[in-house]
C-alpha cells in the first residue's frame, strides 16, 4: 500500500508552504513519528512526521519550493500487513475517494438541480423570463435632474413609477425640493378632475387604486366608492360632539314617563300664535307653582330657579339647539312668539351663544306639525323634565312628559299634570295681553 | 410608583414565586443598592439570595454565568455602565457564546443590569453609554428601559427568559414617576409607539426619550406636522417591523439618542433605513447624537455633550423646514 | 485504586494519545482546523483528575479532548466536532477548543485564559445553594493564575467557603513562555496558600493525581471549602498545531518525555495491578479500535446545513415567554 505524505496544514491561516529540507531519502524505511522534512509556513519551521511506517518511494517536491498544502509531496510504501494498518492504509484511499466525491456529488447537484426543476416548473420559467424581459425594457432609464431641482428618494420613486412627465414636475418645482407629497398632488392634477379631486380627498382613497392613463372624472370615482362601499368620513363639528356628549349623559338620568292628551280647543281657536308658543306661556304659569320643576342638583345642593326658564327645540334636518326662554312667566304671548321666531332665524345664520343655550329649568319640543302623533323626548341638560308635543286628534294635543325621578316623584307630577289640563282650558290664559 | 419601585417590585415577586433567582452585585445586600432598587430584599430572602459581592466585575458576571449554568436564576447589578468594562470578556465571551458554541446544550438564564448615561456631573468615567457595542453582540439580548410600567414588566420578563440579557437602566430616571398597570399585556421587548403621528418619525430610547417627548410639542407647532414617537425598547434584536412601518407612512426618520455620535446605537437604525427605506424617504435622516468627547464635569459643558430638549426642539425645526415641512 | 480504575484510566491514557495523533495528522490533512491544541504528555492529569472527580462539574480549557472523552463523552463525537461536522458534541459550532457536554456536567471548553475561573465559582455557588457539596473542579494552566480572575475567583470561593477545587495544570509555559519568567516563583500553589488548603502532586503519575483529588472530593463534600491542587506536567507537543516549539531546547523535551505518563503506568499496570502483557495489549488494541471508529465516523458524518448558522443564537422565541 502506498501511503501519500501531503504539504501540510501547520497553522490556521496557512495556505502554502515552502519545502526547507527532506530529512530522508527515496529508499531510506521510516517508523510512525519519524521527522521526514522541514516546512515552512507562514508562522514558523515545522518538522513533518510521518504517520506510517514504510520504505520511501518518491519524493516529489524539491527543496526550497513552495507548494499548496495538502499537495503530495512523498509517497510512502507500507511494508508490513498488520490490520491496523491496512485499515490506515485502505482509510487514505476511502478517504481521497470521499474527497472526490464530494465534489463531484455537489457538481451533480448544480447541474441536476435545474434540470430536475425544468420539468415541474417548465411553464413558470418561461413566465419568469418573460416577465424579467418585461421589466427591463420597462425600467425607466435613470431619472436626469436639472440642477436647479432635487428630488427625495421617495418622489423619485413615484415620478418613475408613473412614469411621470419631469420636465413639467422640474418646471414646476424649480428651486425646490420635490418630496413625495408634491409629486402626489402633482398626479392628482394631472390624473383627476377638480371636482373629482375633491371626491377623492373626501373619501381619502389612494391614487393607487386606479389606472393613471386617463383623465378620471367624478362618475369613475363613485362608482368606486359605491363598488367598494366606502364610508364618508365627516368629522364632528362642537356642536355634534356637544349634542352627542348631552344625550349620552341624559340617557342615564334615571327618568319617567307620563302619557296624556290636554284639550287643545283653545289652542285651535287662537292660532295667530304657535302651539309652541301658547305652550311655553301656559307651562311657564304652572311650573311657577312647583318648586321641585324648576330645581336641579349641583355639587349635592338643591339649586331652585326664581324663574320659569324653558328650553325649547329649534332644529332643522342637520342642527338641533334648545336655546332657552328666561323667566317666560312674565313674558307676553307676543313677546314669547317674538323670541320663538328669533330663535328660528339664528338656525340658518349665526350659532347660539352659550348664554342663550345654558339655565333651562323644563323643555318643549314639538313635532305635531310634522304630524307625530306622538313620542317621547330626552331630558335637555340639567333640567327637570322635558314635554314631547304630538299632533291634534279630536281635539286632543298628545303630550309625553319625560320627568327626572331623582327631582320630581310620581305623584307630584301627576298634580302638575292635573293642574296643566285645567289651564289649557281657561280662556283666561289665552288672551293677548 | 416610581422607577426604581418598578424594578424592586418586579425583583420581588418573581423572587417569591421562584427560590432559584438571586441578585449579586456591589452593595444589593445590607446597603440596599446603590440606587435602592433591591432595597428590601435582603431582608425578606436573606443573604444567600441577595449576595453582596467584592468590587470585582469579572466575577459579578462570570459567577453570575457559573450560577446559571448551575440551575440559578441569576440577576447581576453593575453598579455603573463604565464599571461593566471590567465585565466585558465575560459578557461577550461567555455570557453571550455558551448557548451558541454549545450547539445549545447550555442555556443561561440570567440578566446583567446597569445604569448608564449622564446624571449630574459624575464625569468621564461614571457618565457613558455602551449600549452600542453590546447591542452589536449576537446572542446578548440588549433591553433598554424608560418608562415606569415597562421598567416593570420588561425586567420581569428579562428574569423568566432562559436567555441572556443585559438589562439597561439610567441614572437619572430611577425616579420618574408612574403607574403600572399590572394586567398589560405588552410585550416589553418590542418597540413601543409612545405618539402616533403621521409626518416624522422619531427613534429613541431610554432617559433621552423623554427629552423628545418634551420637545415635540414646540416641534409640531413650529412644523405644521405630527410627529410619531417610538421607543425602541429592545436594542437586540431590534423591532424593525415596528420602525418600517412607520416610516413608510411618514417618509422621515429623525434618531435621538445619547451616547457618542460616531459609531453611536443609532447608526445601525439609519444605515438599515439606507439600506431598506431608501425609496421610502422624503428626506434626508436627521440624527441627534451627544458629541464625541468625553463626558466633562462641569454642567454647562456636561449639557451641551449630550442632547437636550433645546437642541433636539432646534435641531429637528431646522431640518425639517430644509426638508420640505 | 482498584484495579477496574487502574485499566479504565490506562485505557482512556492510551486512547487519548493516540486520538491526538490522529487529529494531528487530520490537522495537517486539513480535515481538522483552526486551532488545535494536543494533550500529549499531559494524559495522566486529563484522565486521572476526570476519573477520581466523577460527581461533581466540570470546568477546563481549551486542551481537552482528552478530559472531554474521560468524562464520559463518546471520542467519536468529539472527533466528529474537531471534524467540525453535525453530530459533533457542539454540533460543529464549538470545534476543537468548546466541547460542551451538560450530560456529563462538563461546561467547556473554554478558550479564553482564566475566563472559566469565574464561571466555575458561580456555579460552586449554586451548588451549595442547592445543598449539593459534590463540588466543582475548575482545570486551568500555570498562565492562568498570573491573571485577575484567578485572584478574584480564590478570593470569592474562599470568602462564602465553595466546593470548588482548583486544578492547576502547570506545565511551566504560557504558549512559549516560561513560568519562572512571568511569575515569581514556579509552584503556583503559593498564590492560593493564603486562601485555602493547597496541595502539590506529580502530574506525571495517574496515581498520584487520582489519590489527591479522591481525597480532595471527599473533604469538599464535607463541606471543607475551596482546595487548590497543583499538577506538575509537561507538554510534549506545541502549544497549538502552529507552534513549531523552538523555545525548548532538545535536552529540556528529552528530558521530559523521559516523564512519559504512559510507560509509567503501564509498568503499575504490571507490577501492582497484576495485570499481564496481553491484557494491556487486549486494552490498547480496543482503544486503537474506538480511535479508528472515531475518525472514520468523523470522516463521514455530514456537515451542519446552513441553517444551524442561525440556531441557537437565542435560546427562546419570544412570543412563548409570558410574564
Not at chain 1, 383627476?192 to 381619502?204: G, S
Not at chain 1, 327637570?384 to 281635539?395: E, K, R
Not at chain 3, 485577575?148 to 466546593?163: D, R, V
Amino acid at each position: 500500500m502506498v501511503y501519500n505524505v501531503v504539504m501540510p496544514q501547520l497553522s490556521d491561516s496557512m495556505e502554502e508552504g515552502k519545502l526547507i529540507e527532506w530529512k530522508k531519502k527515496v529508499g531510506e524505511s521510516v517508523k510512525v513519528g519519524d521527522v521526514i522534512a522541514e516546512v515552512e509556513s507562514d508562522k514558523a519551521i515545522m518538522e513533518v512526521q510521518t504517520f506510517h511506517a514504510g520504505v520511501i518511494k518518491e519524493l516529489l517536491v524539491k527543496e526550497g519550493s513552495t507548494v499548496p498544502v495538502k499537495t503530495v509531496i512523498a509517497k510512502i510504501e507500507s511494508q508490513d500487513v498488520v490490520k491496523g494498518s491496512q485499515k490506515s492504509e485502505q482509510k487514505p484511499k476511502e478517504h481521497s475517494q470521499e474527497k472526490k466525491s464530494v465534489p463531484e456529488e455537489k457538481k451533480e447537484k448544480t447541474l441536476k438541480e435545474p434540470t430536475k426543476e425544468a420539468p415541474h416548473k417548465e411553464q413558470p420559467a418561461e413566465h419568469k423570463e418573460s416577465a424579467v424581459a418585461k421589466e427591463l425594457n420597462v425600467v425607466p432609464k435613470s431619472l436626469e435632474v436639472p440642477k436647479e431641482s432635487r428630488i427625495s428618494p421617495k418622489a423619485k420613486e413615484l415620478v418613475q413609477e408613473y412614469k411621470l412627465d419631469t420636465k413639467v414636475l422640474f418646471k414646476k418645482y424649480e428651486n425646490e425640493t420635490i418630496h413625495s407629497q408634491d409629486v402626489i398632488e402633482f398626479i392628482k392634477e394631472r390624473y383627476f378632475t377638480p371636482k373629482a379631486l375633491k371626491v377623492l380627498n373626501e373619501y381619502n382613497i389612494d391614487i393607487k387604486e386606479f389606472q393613471l392613463d386617463h383623465k378620471i372624472d367624478t362618475e369613475e370615482i363613485n362608482l368606486f366608492i359605491h363598488s367598494h362601499n366606502l364610508s364618508k368620513e365627516v368629522s364632528l363639528s362642537s356642536m355634534q360632539k356637544a349634542i352627542i356628549a348631552n344625550v349620552t349623559a341624559s340617557a342615564q338620568k334615571p327618568v319617567y314617563h307620563i302619557y296624556e292628551s290636554v284639550d287643545s280647543r283653545l289652542l285651535e281657536k287662537n292660532k295667530k300664535h304657535s302651539i309652541t308658543a301658547w305652550l311655553v306661556k301656559i307651562f311657564a304659569k304652572v311650573i311657577m307653582k312647583y318648586e321641585s320643576f324648576r330645581s336641579k342638583v349641583s355639587d349635592s345642593k338643591l339649586l331652585i330657579s326664581p324663574n320659569a326658564n324653558i328650553s325649547v327645540a329649534v332644529a332643522d334636518e342637520k342642527n338641533l339647539y334648545m336655546p332657552v326662554i328666561k323667566g317666560a312667566q312674565s313674558l307676553s304671548i307676543q313677546e314669547i312668539s317674538q323670541k320663538l321666531e328669533e330663535f328660528k332665524s339664528k338656525l340658518h345664520t349665526t350659532s347660539f351663544s352659550s348664554e342663550e343655550m345654558s339655565g333651562g329649568n323644563f323643555g318643549i319640543s314639538n313635532l305635531g306639525m310634522l304630524g307625530l302623533e306622538r313620542f317621547d323626548a330626552m331630558i335637555n341638560r340639567d333640567e327637570s323634565g322635558i314635554v314631547a308635543v304630538g299632533a291634534i286628534t279630536d281635539s286632543k294635543l298628545n303630550i309625553t312628559l319625560t320627568i327626572d325621578h331623582s327631582l320630581i316623584n310620581g305623584y307630584e307630577a301627576a298634580l302638575f299634570v292635573k293642574d296643566l289640563k285645567k289651564e289649557m282650558q281657561n280662556p283666561q290664559n289665552f288672551e293677548e295681553a | 410608583m416610581l422607577y426604581r419601585e418598578a424594578l424592586n417590585r418586579a425583583l420581588d415577586e418573581l423572587m417569591e414565586k421562584d427560590e432559584n433567582i438571586v441578585i449579586l452585585g456591589e452593595d444589593v445586600g445590607l446597603y440596599g443598592g446603590s440606587y435602592r432598587v433591591s432595597e428590601g430584599l435582603v431582608e425578606k430572602y436573606g443573604e444567600k439570595r441577595v449576595i453582596d459581592t467584592p468590587i470585582a466585575e469579572l466575577s459579578i458576571v462570570g459567577n453570575a454565568v457559573g450560577m446559571a449554568i448551575g440551575g440559578l436564576r441569576p440577576v447581576a447589578e453593575i453598579m455603573t455602565a463604565n464599571f461593566s468594562l471590567l465585565a466585558f470578556d465575560q459578557i461577550i465571551n461567555h455570557m453571550s457564546k455558551f448557548h451558541y458554541m454549545s450547539n445549545g446544550k447550555i442555556k443561561l438564564p440570567m440578566v446583567v443590569r446597569f445604569p448608564q448615561g449622564v446624571s449630574r456631573q459624575l464625569a468621564a468615567q461614571h457618565s457613558e453609554s455602551y449600549e452600542q457595542m453590546l447591542s452589536a453582540v449576537p446572542g446578548l439580548r440588549v433591553i433598554s428601559t424608560s418608562d415606569v410600567n415597562h421598567a416593570y414588566h420588561a425586567l420581569k420578563k428579562a428574569i423568566l427568559l432562559d436567555d441572556p440579557v443585559v438589562f439597561i437602566e439610567h441614572e437619572l430616571l430611577y425616579n420618574k414617576k408612574g403607574e403600572v398597570n399590572f394586567n398589560d399585556t405588552m410585550d416589553p421587548f418590542k418597540a413601543r409607539i409612545v405618539k402616533e403621528g403621521k409626518d416624522i418619525t422619531i427613534v429613541s430610547y431610554l432617559k433621552i426619550l423623554d427629552d423628545v417627548l418634551k420637545s415635540v410639542d414646540a416641534i409640531e407647532k413650529e412644523l405644521n406636522c405630527n410627529c410619531e414617537v417610538i421607543d425602541l425598547c429592545s436594542l437586540n434584536p431590534i423591532d424593525y417591523d415596528t420602525l418600517a412601518k412607520s416610516i413608510e407612512k411618514t417618509s422621515r426618520l429623525v434618531m435621538v439618542e445619547e451616547d457618542h455620535k460616531t459609531g453611536g446605537f443609532g447608526s445601525q437604525i439609519v444605515s438599515w433605513v439606507a439600506e431598506e427605506l431608501f425609496y421610502s424617504l422624503d428626506a434626508p435622516p436627521l440624527r441627534i447624537a451627544g458629541e464625541d468627547v468625553p463626558i466633562p464635569y462641569n454642567r454647562k459643558l456636561e449639557l451641551a455633550s449630550i442632547p437636550t430638549v433645546d437642541s433636539i426642539t432646534q435641531k429637528v425645526i431646522e431640518w425639517g423646514h430644509k426638508n420640505g415641512l | 485504586m482498584e484495579k477496574l480504575i487502574a485499566q479504565d484510566i490506562y485505557y482512556l491514557m492510551y486512547l487519548g494519545r493516540a486520538f491526538e495523533y490522529k487529529a494531528k495528522e487530520h490537522y495537517m490533512t486539513g480535515d481538522i482546523s483552526g486551532f488545535l491544541h494536543l494533550d500529549i504528555g499531559q494524559e495522566a492529569l486529563s484522565v486521572a483528575s476526570m476519573k477520581a472527580f466523577e460527581k461533581g462539574d466540570v470546568f477546563t480549557t481549551y486542551r481537552e479532548h482528552i478530559m472531554a472523552i474521560a468524562r464520559g463523552m463518546e471520542p467519536k463525537y468529539v472527533m466528529a466536532e474537531l471534524f467540525g461536522k453535525a453530530s459533533g458534541v457542539s454540533g460543529g459550532k464549538g470545534g476543537s477548543m468548546h466541547l460542551f457536554d451538560p450530560s456529563h456536567f462538563f461546561y467547556g471548553g473554554d478558550a479564553i485564559v482564566g475566563g472559566q475561573i469565574p464561571n466555575a465559582v458561580g456555579c460552586a455557588y449554586a451548588r451549595k445553594y442547592q445543598g449539593n457539596l459534590e463540588g466543582v473542579m475548575v482545570v486551568f494552566g500555570d498562565g492562568a493564575t498570573n491573571g485577575g480572575a484567578f485572584f478574584e475567583s480564590l478570593n470569592i470561593a474562599a470568602t462564602h467557603k465553595l466546593p470548588i477545587l482548583f486544578l492547576c495544570e502547570n506545565n511551566e509555559y504560557a504558549i512559549g513562555t516560561n513560568i519562572k519568567r512571568a511569575a515569581p516563583f514556579r509552584e503556583q500553589y503559593k498564590k492560593a496558600e493564603p486562601y485555602m488548603l493547597t496541595k502539590a502532586v506529580d502530574g506525571m503519575k495517574a496515581d498520584e493525581v487520582y489519590n489527591a483529588i479522591k481525597e480532595a472530593q471527599s473533604l469538599l463534600e464535607k463541606g471543607h471549602g475551596p482546595i487548590f491542587i497543583e499538577a506538575y506536567t509537561c507538554r510534549f507537543e506545541g502549544h497549538s498545531m502552529s507552534d513549531a516549539n523552538l523555545y525548548r531546547s532538545s535536552q529540556e523535551m528529552k528530558h521530559c518525555k523521559a516523564k512519559d505518563p504512559l510507560p509509567y503506568f503501564k509498568n503499575k499496570m504490571l507490577t501492582e495491578f497484576n495485570f499481564t502483557q496481553e491484557e494491556i495489549e487486549a486494552v490498547e488494541k480496543k482503544a486503537d479500535e474506538s480511535v479508528q471508529e472515531a475518525v472514520e465516523f468523523a470522516t463521514n458524518a455530514k456537515e451542519p446545513s446552513l441553517d444551524a448558522l442561525y440556531e441557537h443564537v437565542f435560546y427562546e422565541e419570544l412570543n412563548n415567554v409570558v410574564s
